[in-house]
């Protein structure tokens, strides 16, 4: 029998993560589970990020990729320590993963801990990492129906980013109706239009950050 299997290997997964949450909360440690399709945007939102956050917060970011580490060195440039979780073709990081990941830094020198799932807007949903938020980002180019083929993500997501809003011009990008369905599945989840290109309502992002490390 398949089910049962599954459930069990999200109840191990459970019962890793609750740990996770007890020692990143040992260490006050804000963490923030990121989640969308590949090249929305993770790994430059956290580089547009890092600027107006790190003269106040100590960072450190997680990155779940399935072979490269590519986007790990892209972080590492910005002297923010990183550690890479190479999940050889996984499609989604585990807890475990992440316990073993946070030996690696110093967290009672970090407030604010990034962790980049891998890009998949599916099963990274059903995986608890032990964050203390979930954020989902979606990238115009991708459409405004994700939330309604993809509801898990937009249902638990914390806060929703909408990235690459420079190129709504170009794009049968409905702002309204992506709004709407998210207003069904998440009223109370911020949207926040944004562009890492163009530094358009990145400020919002930020202050949204400061606010939830300061709660
Ligand atoms: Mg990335
Ligand atoms: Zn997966």
Request: include cysteine; charged fraction near 25%; aromatic fraction near 6%.
């Amino acid at each position: 029998m398949e089910i049962p299997v599954v459930e069990k290997v999200l109840k191990l997964n459970d019962d890793i993560a609750a740990g996770v949450r007890k020692r990143l909360l040992a260490h006050h440690v804000c963490t923030l589970n990121i989640i969308s399709a590949p090249g929305s945007g993770k790994t430059t939102l956290l580089e547009r990020s890092f600027g107006e956050l790190r003269e106040d917060l100590n960072l450190a970011v997680i990155e779940g990729d399935p072979d490269t580490t590519l986007d790990a060195e892209r972080i590492a440039k910005h002297n923010i320590p990183v550690v890479q979780i190479e999940t050889a073709g996984g499609c989604h990081l585990e807890a475990n993963l992440v316990d073993n990941a946070l030996n690696n830094f110093d967290l009672d020198a970090v407030d604010l801990l990034f962790i980049e799932n891998v890009g998949n807007l599916v099963c990274p949903c059903s995986f608890d990492l032990g964050e203390t938020c979930r954020v989902g980002i979606v990238s115009t180019p991708e459409g405004h129906d994700k939330p309604a083929k993809y509801p898990r993500l937009f249902k638990e997501a914390d806060v929703i980013i909408l990235n690459k809003i420079d190129l709504l011009p170009y794009l049968n990008f409905d702002v309204n109706v992506f709004r709407e369905y998210i207003a069904q599945l998440n009223p109370a989840a911020p949207v926040l239009e944004l562009s890492c290109t163009t530094g358009e309502g990145l400020d919002q992002w930020i202050a949204w950050l400061k606010n939830m490390v300061k709660t």
